[in-house]
């Protein structure tokens, strides 16, 4: 089975909550563990300069979730675990990606088009308030993605549409400069969980209605206590839909004790009763955890150390990966020469290619195929060998327009088919 690699990113923004916890970080730490996957995970500081203009906030917010995800289990020797701001090949090849990405595309992200749609209701001009950085969100994102070549990404349902832009843009530059980039994937994890917040909303810092993942414990108590009820009183039965208090329980329960707490529901469990359960189920997940976490947080340097050692590994990737790139559009010492075409070797094999052949009918044919096999064109049949050869010689060079061949069976679209004819005109070197 060949392994596939999977790739997630947090932004250093903020503290994680049980949100994070049961939306994230509780799945990718289970996810590291499986067999056949390589993981890359890291924390997202650039993306945080998008919207943190707090030096100070991002510093900590960096620490604050590189601990959670150690403190949760993830094994930094096990996965590729790094700070995005330690490579610089990113922002390298944030700018490659930047040249083939169409403006328009970048138009129709949901963010920019929602902070646009903001402006205009309110009056202002269409990009008020909107940085660059804003703008470019995608491309830095799908650079963290095709850097590593990942196959998957774990992502919540906003950023479907990220994952399709680097599926966009890697296909884009492999056009033009070869098969450099796999197209990655969305994986949106179905069953996990999205935890209403204190006031009954999604958990989200935007609404502030948060419960810190690494609250101390009579915080935790204090926040729980808090979580919106109705105003059933005590005896009275409760209804589990739509409780938020029921659902933050069955996050983290098993079957059997969420199936309990729905009885004491119907039993008329008094509210502080139940908010009291639901704090000693957390407490029981979170307190071993936390000791780790306290204990990590007192020791940044250690933090950084593992950081370092991350990043040395993330570009032991990075580095030669991004030599490729860069001789692949053309960015080569002037002294390169026939020693530098070798490298992209790979490359060429994966190239589109024409084939002779003969049928059982004793003409002779010949067909232009992509790098994976589709036929683009199909040709007409010829008595003698050599002209089919000299046709598709012709071809390449462009002496001959594809679609004045004599009954050309086209088969692929007309701009793959002038691509796979400009791609292998530019390999033969004319
Ligand atoms: N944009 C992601 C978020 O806000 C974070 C992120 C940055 C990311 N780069 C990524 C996620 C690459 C997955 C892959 O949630």
Not at 156 to 162: L, M, S
Not at 331 to 343: I, N
Request: aromatic residues 8%.
């Amino acid at each position: 089975m060949t392994v596939q690699r999977v790739l997630t990113g947090i932004t250093t923004s903020g503290t994680p909550h049980l949100g994070n916890y049961v939306g994230a970080v509780r799945p990718t730490v289970r996810a590291s563990r499986l067999a056949n996957t390589e993981n890359y995970y890291f924390l997202a500081d650039y993306h945080a300069l998008i919207k943190v203009g707090d030096p100070a906030r991002v510093q900590r917010s960096t620490l604050e979730i590189a601990a959670t995800w150690l403190a949760c289990g993830l094994d930094p020797d096990k996965v590729f675990f790094y700070r995005q701001s330690d490579i610089p090949e990113i922002p390298e090849l944030t700018w490659l990606l930047t040249c083939v990405t169409g403006k328009g595309l970048l138009n129709r992200a949901h963010a920019y088009k929602a902070a646009v749609d903001k402006n205009t209701a309110a009056g202002q001009e269409p990009d008020d308030g909107v940085s660059a950085g804003l703008f470019m969100y995608p491309v830095l994102m799908a650079a963290d993605i095709l850097m590593f070549n990942a196959h998957h990404v774990p992502v919540g349902r906003d950023q479907i549409q990220h994952i399709e832009m680097a599926r966009d843009m890697a296909a884009s530059f492999n056009h033009l400069y070869g098969e450099h980039f796999t197209p990655p994937q969305a994986v949106i994890e179905a069953h996990v969980a999205t935890l209403p917040g204190l006031d009954g909303r999604k958990m989200s810092k935007s609404y502030d209605n948060t419960i810190p993942l690494f609250a101390p414990t009579e915080q935790l108590r204090k926040l729980i206590m808090g979580i919106v009820t109705d105003s059933r009183a005590p005896g009275e039965p409760k209804d589990t839909e739509g409780s938020a208090l029921f659902q933050i329980f069955q996050a983290f329960a098993t079957p059997e004790e969420t199936a309990d707490l729905a009885q004491a529901y119907a039993a008329g469990i008094a509210w502080g009763e139940a908010k009291e359960r639901l704090y000693q189920r957390l407490e029981q997940e979170i307190a071993p955890m936390r000791t780790v976490y306290e204990e990590l947080m007192r020791h940044p340097e250690h933090i950084e150390a593992t950081l370092q050692r991350g990043a040395a590994k993330a570009r032991g990737i990075a580095t030669p990966f991004t030599a490729r790139l860069r001789h692949a559009v053309g960015l080569r010492a002037l002294s390169a020469g026939a020693a530098a075409q070798a490298d992209t070797a790979p490359a060429k094999v994966a190239a589109p290619q024409f084939k002779q052949y003969r049928e059982k009918d004793g003409l002779f044919y010949f067909k232009l195929t992509t790098a994976k096999g589709e036929v683009l064109l199909q040709s007409a049949a010829y008595t003698q060998p050599r002209d089919a050869a000299q046709t598709m010689q012709q071809l390449v060079l462009g002496a001959l327009p594809w679609s004045a061949l004599p009954q050309t069976g086209q088969l692929g679209a007309a701009a793959d088919i002038d691509a796979a004819l400009l791609q292998i005109r530019q390999a033969r070197g004319d």
